[in-house]
């Protein structure tokens, strides 16, 4: 990626509190609430997965950590030291991923999606992920693209 692209990025805070505005407005989260952001989340992670998985195809730390937040979302089951050693797992192969680029900020958004499980606040960070990837491939819309997979019923909170 060209340095000058680097400029044009939002900064993670930046996107981080917007998304966290919006959730914000949810008045009272309850759990199924908690699950639909953490589906959500895993769906913004997993729509960029693709930039990390293409520079390291025999890493599947971010794609596992996707999968174990369907699962939370799925069955309810949660154990902390599970959770926190699959997103961290996640997080170490964004560490992998050399800085600002696409395959990192996307390790990071799947690491993010599934601590959604333990503070749904994460789910913030993961779309924010997300969208940065997006933005650090060239890639425009993805703000809408997140807008429209946000369940309706969190959709029709914010109205």
């Not at 407005?25 to 895993?42: F, M, P």
């Not at 930039?51 to 799925?74: G, L, M, Q, V």
Request: aromatic letters at 6%; glycine letters at 4%; proline letters at 2%.
């Amino acid at each position: 990626m060209k340095k000058s692209n680097l400029k044009n990025l939002k900064s993670l805070a930046s996107l981080k509190k917007e998304v966290e505005e919006i959730l914000i407005n949810i008045i009272k989260l309850n759990k199924q609430d908690q699950k639909l952001l953490a589906l959500w989340a895993a769906d913004c992670a997993e729509h960029v997965l693709l930039y990390f998985e293409r520079e390291y195809p025999k890493d599947d730390r971010p794609r596992k950590a996707i999968e174990a937040c369907r699962t939370w979302a799925r069955t309810g089951v949660f154990k902390m030291a599970d959770v926190r050693k699959v997103a961290l797992a996640a997080h170490a192969a964004a560490r992998k991923a050399k800085e600002n680029s696409t395959a990192r900020f996307a390790a990071r958004a799947a690491g993010q999606a599934l601590a959604t499980a333990h503070v749904a606040g994460h789910a913030s960070a993961a779309v924010a992920y997300a969208v940065k990837t997006a933005e650090a491939a060239g890639i425009a819309g993805e703000r809408e693209w997140q807008f429209r997979r946000l369940p309706e019923r969190l959709r029709l909170a914010l109205k």
